[in-house]
């Protein structure tokens, strides 16, 4: 990451709530074909999220603990805080001395921005302001939230206007949050309606439809030059397993995640 920060603009998609098995079984049946196109060897790696819903996960994320690989550790993280006893921290980490990534990302020379989606990014209170106010430039609609049908494609041309608008040779780290897989998600399944509510078809829907979209975000940002791209759940959601529903909680369908990174190349 020494190497990328500096040289590399910078993507981080949250696709918020997504489901481990989910994004597994739809990547495995071709479903996904503009993900999978990016995914190493066109499967997800499997990892647990460093928190249960989205203020903690983000928080954590922010300081450099990305999702951790689901294997015996220890394993080197691509950002850290200075932080003396890491185990976690080789050469190779991008280490900062600033509270988050962000605000290191920016002395860089970095232009950061956030694209918000669920509540904890919609600034309309203390709380919804917390995780967007970390970014120079932040950006969040009632068009982009997760009672919105078309909310991922809203916040893709919004993407698209941000890169628009860059100077060509201003870096950008560019910050996601997905909202489309988070409930209430039956509007992105035909025949589904609000009487029979979410599931995990819904769901499996809801990352589809993302999917139709992820390319023209992929594409805006490697338009000015290669981009660091990363894409994870920040925690998953339970639609009825062992009985339990939504997160916050101490499940597996919770704690397990999808993650990838790689790159995305400039446009010839």
Known sequence: MNEVVGRDD???LTLDTLRHDVAVELAAAGRLPNLAAHLPGGVWEKRHAPGSFTYASHQAMFAGFLPTPASPGPHPRLFAARFAGSETTEDRTFVFDTPDVVSALAARGYHTVCIGGVGFFNKRG???????????????????????????????ARAEQVVSELPARQRLFLFLNASALHQPNWFHLE??????????????????????????????????????????????????????????????????????????????
């Open 10 to 12: 910078l993507l981080l």
């Open 191 to 268: 025949g589904a309606g609000r009487d029979t509510g979410d599931s995990r078809l819904t769901h499996a829907a809801a990352l589809e439809y993302v999917d139709r979209h992820v390319g023209r975000l992929f594409s805006a940002m490697s338009a000015r030059r290669r981009c660091f791209a990363i894409v994870c759940s920040d925690h998953g959601t339970a639609y009825g397993d062992d009985g339990y529903t939504g997160h916050r909680l101490g499940h597996e369908a919770v704690w397990t995640v999808p993650y990838s990174h790689f790159f995305l190349e400039p446009s010839a």
């Open 126 to 156: 203390a709380l919804g302001d917390v995780l967007p106010g970390l970014f120079q430039e932040s950006h969040w609609e009632p068009e982009f939230s997760v009672a919105s049908p078309t909310s991922f494609e809203s916040q893709v």
